[in-house]
Every structure is written in structure tokens, then in C-alpha cells.
């Protein structure tokens, strides 16, 4: 097998290279799709004038699509913008019916009160279940209907707002009060568990405390207090119920009433008006997205020529079919291409070294030189064949002419047609072929290689002039 030569099977085509050699051509393609864009338009003009009813239906179908778009888009702006008007408006509503919402952080009416609850020692566990239930009842109970309309609110969650339950578990000790005391009388433990608990400085003493503690605030003083007064007759009844399940002592402390800056409600206000001048912001954007849709006119269709939307369009098809066209054509041509055009397309069709590409000037011929010394040290006899024309390889010969005695350089001319080049061939020698770039092909220099291959001569490489 020629070693000089690459099986079409091995032959790699780049991606690159063939964008590169299509895109050298863009002058050409860009002509072609422009006369691709006037043939297509041109056709459908003509097709037009002589079946006008074909394209006006097809024009008429575009127009109901367009139509259909804009009903459905706009229907779509239309629900979002109602459903976005109905929840502002339901927060509104709360915003002027809500007291939390309304009232001055810097002035808010304020009723508290504490429950105490104690267990003795190993009874942690009833302690916390007892102020649980203390808190989940005082939250959800029957009694809030009642309270609601006691205090004039709309509703049980608005009075909710109002109310606070939150659960505490507070160290306990006193040397005055025995484990047994801890479950005697009702009165006597009330009477022993004193507000002012300190903490101990052992746990060996310590009982189990927990404080829930009862707040209520409202649009003034009166509101607040009779909240809390719900609260606690409430807590009395869940207190008394609790006795026959659990043993613990309660005391209920007494009620304290006061004005007081609440910063929470101060954030929580500006947070929810924060919130609704968002939802105002995206509905009047979906308004504004609704007003601004156009509603598509139906084409004003002549006798004698279609609307300019379509013969844009077949325009446009036209031109990317043109392109299309062009660059499958360059491709092809690419793919078959039998002319020199570079060394890089000769690569990939043969394995020879690239010499150098001659030009004139001495540099090029320096070049030349150095590379033939290179790839052939040993080479005594250098033979310059190829069919770039006996002009150019006596040129090149001068030009690299060696000055030593040790080797010489000849031409042999063109070995396809010349029996007297062929003659010149010997085991002796080391060949350099010569090729023209742009008119020497492809399927010359395989004849080339395979005659030097079959005289037994060796390749040095390939000069390209």
C-alpha cells in the first residue's frame, strides 16, 4: 500500500474547513437569496392575479388566527386583572375593618394578666400539658362568638388579632412550702404561691411553675379590658375542668391596664401596606398590558396584488431557499473538489510534508532550502517534479540551487506526459514534487505519487507555487 497516500475511508472532512470555504463565497449567496426573495414573491403575485380567491382565503384565515390571538390574550389580561381587583379589594377591606391595622402604634390600649401554675417535684409534664390546654382553649372556644359581639367586631379572627396566650416555664422556690403543702387546700396553695418567684440557687427545691400569660389590646382602653375579662372567666371555666383530670395549683394575678408603644404592630402595618401597594402596582400593570393590545384589522385585500405581509413572508422563504441552494451547491463542490487550492485540503488526501509555498521572493526560497535539508539530510540527487510547468521549477531551482558539491538539485518536468522525465528517475534519487496552486489537481499528483512509489523513489514533500 502507498504509504504517500490517504483511503478515501480515513479521509476526515472539517466542519470547519467547509464553513470557511462556503462562507469565501458569501457574495454569491447573498445575491442568490436576494433573487430568491424576488422569484418567490414574484410567484405568489402572479399566482394571485390569476387565482385571487385562493390567497384572499388564506389571507381572510390569517386574519381570524390573529383575531382569535388577541381574544384570547386579552381575555387572559382581563381575568388576571379581576382576580388581582377582587383580592386588593378583599384587603382593603380588612385594612379599614381590621383595629391591628388601625391603630397608632405609639398609643395602644393595653389589659394583661398572669396565670400562675404549679405541680410538685416529677410533675413537670402536667404542669406543661395544664398550660397548654389553658392556651388552646382561651384560643378556639365557644366563647369567642359571644366576646365578638360584646366588643363590636365583624368577626372572631379580627378579635383574635386583638388577643395574645403565651406560655411560660418559670423556675419556682420557697423554704416555706412543702412538697405535701404543694396538694393540699385550694385556698392555702393560692395563698403560698406568691407572683415574686426567684430563682433558686438548686434545683433540689424546685417546683414546677408555668406562667401563661393573658394580653388583649383595642381600638381604646374599655375595648381591651373587656376582652380580658372574657379571657378570664373563660380560663376559669377551662381551670375547673382541668381539676378533675390533673392535680396542680392556679392563681390568677391581677389585671393591669396600660398604654404602650408596640413596635411589632408598627411593622406588621407597614409590612401589609407594603404588601397592597404591590398588588396595586401588578394590577394596574395587567391594565395597562390590556389597553395597550391592538386588535388586528383585517387585510385590506385588492384585486390586483396581495397584502404586504404575505409577500414579505413568501419574500423571506424565498431568500432562505436561495441561501440554502447556494451553500448546498459549494458544498458539493467542496466534496469533489479536484483543484490545489492549499495545503490544508492536501493534507487530507495525502501524507506529505509541506516543504514550503514559493512565492519569489528568497526568503521563500531560504525556507524551501532548509526544509528540503531537512526532511532528506541524506538526499544527494534532488529530482523537482511535478506539472506547476518547466518555468517554475527552473525558477525554483535557481533559487535553492545548494552551494556545496554534495548535492545536486535537477528538473525533471512533468513525469505524466514526459517519457524523458520518467528516464530521469532513479533509486538514487529523492523526489520534491512542484504543484501550482489553483491549476494543478488532485488526481495528477496521486498518478505522481504512485509512479514515484512504484520506481522506488522517496517523497521528500511538496513545494506549492
Known amino acids: 500500500m502507498n504509504p504517500y497516500l490517504i483511503s478515501d475511508e480515513d479521509r476526515e472532512l472539517s466542519v470547519k474547513e467547509v464553513l470557511s470555504f462556503i462562507l469565501k463565497h458569501w457574495k454569491v449567496l447573498l445575491i442568490l437569496g436576494i433573487v430568491g426573495a424576488f422569484l418567490a414573491a414574484g410567484a405568489k403575485e402572479v399566482m394571485y392575479v390569476r387565482n385571487p380567491s385562493v390567497i384572499r382565503d388564506l389571507e381572510e384565515t390569517e386574519a381570524e388566527e390573529a383575531l382569535k390571538e388577541y381574544h384570547a390574550e386579552s381575555e387572559l389580561y382581563s381575568n388576571s386583572a379581576k382576580k388581582m381587583g377582587t383580592l386588593l379589594g378583599a384587603e382593603n377591606e380588612y385594612l379599614k375593618s381590621s383595629v391591628l391595622m388601625t391603630i397608632d402604634p405609639y398609643h395602644v390600649p393595653t389589659a394583661s394578666t398572669e396565670i400562675l401554675i404549679g405541680t410538685g417535684k416529677g410533675e413537670r409534664t402536667t404542669a406543661a400539658l395544664v398550660a397548654d390546654e389553658y392556651k388552646r382553649g382561651l384560643l378556639q372556644g365557644d366563647y369567642l362568638e359571644s366576646l365578638r359581639r360584646q366588643t363590636s367586631l365583624e368577626s372572631v379572627s379580627l378579635m383574635l388579632e386583638l388577643m395574645e396566650v403565651t406560655v411560660k416555664e418559670i423556675p419556682y422556690t420557697t423554704d416555706s412550702v412543702s412538697e405535701s403543702e404543694l396538694v393540699g387546700s385550694q385556698s392555702e396553695l393560692n395563698a403560698k404561691l406568691d407572683v415574686s418567684v426567684s430563682i433558686p440557687e438548686s434545683t433540689s427545691d424546685a417546683r414546677n411553675i408555668y406562667k401563661v400569660t393573658l394580653s388583649a389590646i383595642g381600638e381604646d382602653q374599655k375595648q381591651a379590658d373587656t376582652i380580658l375579662d372574657g379571657m378570664i372567666k373563660e380560663a376559669e371555666k377551662i381551670g375547673k375542668d382541668l381539676k378533675g383530670k390533673y392535680r396542680f395549683t392556679v392563681q390568677v394575678k391581677d389585671k393591669k391596664s396600660s398604654i404602650k408603644i408596640n413596635r411589632n404592630i408598627q411593622q406588621l402595618q ?173 488526481h495528477n499528483i496521486e498518478q505522481e505519487i504512485e509512479i514515484l512509489y512504484n520506481a522506488h523513489l522517496n517523497v521528500a514533500g511538496i513545494i506549492i507555487c
Open 270 to 442: 407597614k409590612d401589609y401596606l407594603n404588601s397592597i401597594t404591590a398588588l396595586s402596582s401588578v394590577k394596574n400593570s395587567l391594565d395597562t398590558s390590556q389597553t395597550s393590545l391592538q386588535k388586528p384589522s383585517t387585510a385590506d385585500l385588492s384585486e390586483n396584488s396581495l397584502s404586504k405581509k404575505t409577500l414579505v413572508k413568501y419574500a423571506g422563504i424565498g431568500f432562505v431557499v436561495g441561501i440554502f441552494l447556494a451553500a448546498s451547491f459549494y458544498l458539493l463542490r467542496y466534496i469533489n473538489n479536484d483543484v490545489l487550492w492549499s495545503y490544508e485540503d492536501l493534507s487530507m488526501r495525502f501524507r506529505l510534508q509541506n516543504i514550503g509555498l514559493y512565492d519569489g521572493s528568497d526568503d521563500s526560497a531560504d525556507m524551501i532550502d532548509a526544509n528540503i535539508h531537512n526532511y532528506s539530510p541524506d538526499a544527494r540527487r534532488i529530482l523537482l517534479i511535478g506539472t506547476a510547468g518547466e518555468d517554475e521549477l527552473n525558477r525554483i531551482k535557481e533559487k535553492i540551487q545548494p552551494g556545496d558539491s554534495t548535492r545536486t538539485i535537477e528538473t525533471c518536468g512533468d513525469i505524466l506526459t514526459s517519457a524523458e522525465a520518467r528516464h530521469k528517475l532513479s533509486k538514487e534519487a529523492t523526489a520534491v514534487l512542484v504543484e501550482k496552486k489553483g491549476s494543478s489537481r488532485y
